[in-house]
């Protein structure tokens, strides 16, 4: 499939779950793809590689999100190596747990950085450098509209933080042609969520399903949003979680 041939985009958190998937599957879609990664250079490496042998160009950028600074470097060396930037995915992400006595305003600061200060930053350096036609998605969670548990207040404040970014960025950039999109992934499996994890039965238990979602679930619908067939959807959230808050 080339329906995203010619174009450039930069995965954040890429080296690994959800964001490997969503590099793999657009450069399966035609795409060269950059991605991000704060730790795990191999497995970034491992991804790069992957994209080659799809047969596209890949760039591997090593960039904390929770370094404003850092995060705006990878999107101008995404442009400066590739040429352009069309598509962004803000994937990038953490999962802090505890009940509001016990987090502690460090990882306070760190969560919303990553969550929510990456994404606007991200999307703000991207925008400037995107024709009509560019694409941001980000990548927020079920539990920003619907919290089943305790313990997660802050990863839900933050993915929640989300909802209202993609809809006013929808509407700054709707006049350029560049739409705005939100994706929530319900439980996933991934090494943050695997599905066979202590509480793996009780998040089956909440979907329609009765299953965990694979991250190609989730590349699957950020690759219809940034293909031509989403060139009309915009300020929207599509949610990918087996029915869990249906």
């Known amino acids: 499939m080339s329906e995203l041939a010619?174009?450039?985009?930069l995965v954040t958190g890429g080296s690994r779950g959800i964001g490997a998937a969503i590099a793999k599957k657009l450069a399966a879609n035609g795409a060269d793809?950059?991605?991000?990664?704060a730790s795990a250079a191999d497995r970034a490496q491992g991804v790069v590689e992957d994209i080659k042998?799809?047969?596209?160009?890949g760039l591997a950028i090593a960039a904390d999100s929770a370094d404003a600074a850092a995060v705006v470097a990878a999107v101008e060396q995404t442009v400066a190596e590739f040429g352009r930037i069309d598509i962004l995915v803000n994937n990038a992400g953490i999962f802090p747990y505890g009940t509001i006595d016990e987090?502690?305003?460090?990882?306070v600061d760190r969560t919303l950085a990553i969550h929510a200060r990456a994404a606007y930053v991200a999307s703000q350096a991207a925008a400037k450098h995107m024709e009509a036609g560019g694409r941001i998605v980000s990548i927020g969670s079920t539990l920003a509209e619907r919290v089943p548990y305790?313990?997660?207040?802050?990863?839900?404040?933050?993915?929640?933080?989300?909802?209202?970014?993609t809809k006013g960025l929808a509407r700054d950039l709707g006049e350029r042609d560049i739409t705005v999109n939100l994706v929530h992934p319900g439980s996933t499996d991934t090494e943050m969520n695997p599905a066979?994890?202590?509480q793996a039965d009780d998040e089956r238990g909440l979907t329609a399903l009765g299953r965990y979602g694979q991250p190609e679930d989730i590349a699957a619908s950020v690759a219809h949003l940034v293909g031509p067939g989403?060139?009309?959807?915009?300020?929207?959230?599509?949610?990918v979680d087996a029915g869990s808050n249906a």
Request: hydrophobic share 50%.
């Open 230 to 239: 989403g060139r009309n959807i915009t300020g929207s959230a599509i949610v």
């Open 6 to 9: 010619g174009k450039v985009a």
């Open 103 to 107: 987090v502690t305003l460090e990882e």
């Open 196 to 198: 066979d994890g202590p």
């Open 33 to 37: 793809v950059a991605l991000t990664y």
């Open 53 to 57: 042998a799809a047969g596209r160009r």
């Open 150 to 165: 305790p313990g997660v207040a802050l990863y839900a404040m933050s993915k929640a933080a989300l909802i209202g970014f």
